[in-house]
């Protein structure tokens, strides 16, 4: 996403004009997962394969510590929802290359895609 001058945000494929990343996605209705809030971390990480715009850190339920980019808490009901997360602007500069996204739900990976900017 690009932030166009009246301060709203657009989409662009291109890293020169890439201010921030919206990360959407859906949470399926699962009968083995308990309704109730549910911690959610983004991590994206650059074509160096370093977490970019790092908040913090949170654990894996293996034991192992990793950055992330972005983190929220989405209240789970039973059924499919939509969750949609707007990184904040990113401190340094986006470059070419492809940048992989992970979502994590209650310390788990469970979602994983690329993004290419050019």
Do not use: C
Request: without cysteine; proline residues 3%.
């Amino acid at each position: 996403m690009r932030v166009k001058r009246n301060g709203n945000y657009a989409e662009t494929g291109r890293a020169i004009n890439t201010h921030a990343i919206s990360v959407n996605f859906k949470m399926y209705k699962n009968k083995d997962i308990a309704p109730g809030h549910k911690e959610i971390f983004i991590v994206i990480q650059n074509p160096q394969k370093k977490v970019i715009n790092e908040r913090g850190t949170f654990t894996l339920r293996s034991g192992k510590e990793i950055p992330y980019t972005d983190e929220t808490v989405a209240y789970y009901n039973g059924k499919d929802i939509k969750i949609s997360i707007l990184s904040d602007r990113f401190i340094q500069k986006m470059t070419k290359g492809t940048y992989i996204v992970q979502v994590y739900i209650e310390r788990y990976l469970t979602g994983q895609t690329l993004l290419v900017l050019s």
